[in-house]
């Protein structure tokens, strides 16, 4: 099975259902959704910068971010499958040194950067479904 398989079956198992429901209920694209998620990584990058040097690079990252989450948000944009084999790769180290040390700072990082990406997969979203009890209601009543 080759890597844009597995990282297919990924998306679609585990990361589309969920961004669909988000830009479903809160009526977004799956492009802003995207641009939505990578600047809460950089305010989370924001804050768990340690020194001063970190905090201005993260800063202007969470900017960046801001500006083109705001402007541009619905505007198509790219995911790319070796960012998200990275994410991954470095997902699951941060769990690895997480268990073993207890500490769970960041990882939650790398989580956000593959909703990101897999949302930016997204070519269309779906109509939200009728609930059938409301769809059989409104039948019965006409």
């Known amino acids: 099975m080759a890597l844009a398989d ?7 198992t585990l990361f589309i259902p969920p961004i669909i429901k988000l830009c479903q209920i809160t009526r977004q694209s799956q492009f802003a959704v995207s641009r939505l998620l990578w600047f809460v990584v950089a305010l ?6 340690h020194s001063l040097a970190q905090q201005i690079v993260a800063g202007l990252f969470a900017l960046i971010m801001m500006f083109t989450a705001s402007l ?5 944009t790219m995911s790319m499958l070796w960012l998200r084999v990275m ?3 470095f997902l699951a180290f941060d769990l690895i040194v997480a268990l073993l040390t207890n500490d ?3 990882v939650e990082i790398w989580a956000l950067v ?3 990406e897999y949302a930016a997969t997204i070519r269309t979203i779906p109509p939200k479904e009728i609930k ?3 769809r059989g209601a409104q039948q019965a009543g006409s």
């Open 6 to 12: 597995i990282d297919a079956w990924i998306g679609k």
């Open 44 to 49: 989370d990058q924001l804050r768990l910068a």
């Open 72 to 76: 541009r948000a619905d505007l198509p």
């Open 87 to 89: 994410g991954w790769g």
């Open 104 to 106: 769970w700072r960041g």
């Open 114 to 116: 593959l909703f990101a």
């Open 132 to 134: 059938k009890h409301r």
